[in-house]
């Protein structure tokens, strides 16, 4: 189908983006909900189900928040029982979270999440797979971009 007006908001990759991310955490919420998380707790758990014992600095890194998002995230994941915060004897101003043993058997139920969603959603694992190679494409565009744009000014 060609869309000849390309103003057209369905013919936007921020309006489908916009809308697709407002459906997935619509569907993460209500497959959350009885893991008592809320889905950017999700992600933390996810990160430290891959690599556990870390440092606050690694998980806002490869979660990409800052301290300030991440911060109260870890402070409810810790009062849940799901994680502790401890600060390095080597370094005070380092923050290891590490994983108690609730947020390890936490996975247990976590595992069903991903098929579940791909099934809400109306998605086969082929399309799960190319969602994802797209959507790593757009952000890994964007983030080499900006790189070299920071690089270029700071030069």
């Known amino acids: 189908m060609t869309i000849l007006n390309p103003l057209a908001l369905d013919a936007q990759v921020c309006f489908a983006l916009y809308s697709g991310e407002k459906a997935v955490t619509s569907a993460y919420r209500e497959l959350l909900d009885p893991l008592d998380l809320t889905y950017p707790q999700y992600l933390v758990m996810l990160a430290l189900w891959e690599e556990d014992d870390v440092t606050v600095s690694w998980l806002g890194s490869r979660l990409g928040l800052d301290s300030g998002t991440l911060s109260p ?34 996975r247990e139920g976590a595992l069903r999440v991903p098929a579940e969603l791909f099934a809400r959603l ?34």
Do not use: H, Q, W, Y
């Open 122 to 155: 109306g998605l086969d694992p082929v399309e799960a797979t190319e969602l994802r190679r797209l959507l790593a494409k757009i952000c890994f565009t964007n983030t080499a971009r900006l790189e070299r744009a920071t690089d270029t000014k700071e030069a």
């Open 73 to 106: 995230l870890l402070k409810r994941l810790e009062a849940a029982g799901r994680v502790t915060r401890m600060r390095s004897a080597e370094d005070e101003r380092v923050v290891k979270i590490t994983l108690t043993a609730d947020g390890r058997a936490l």
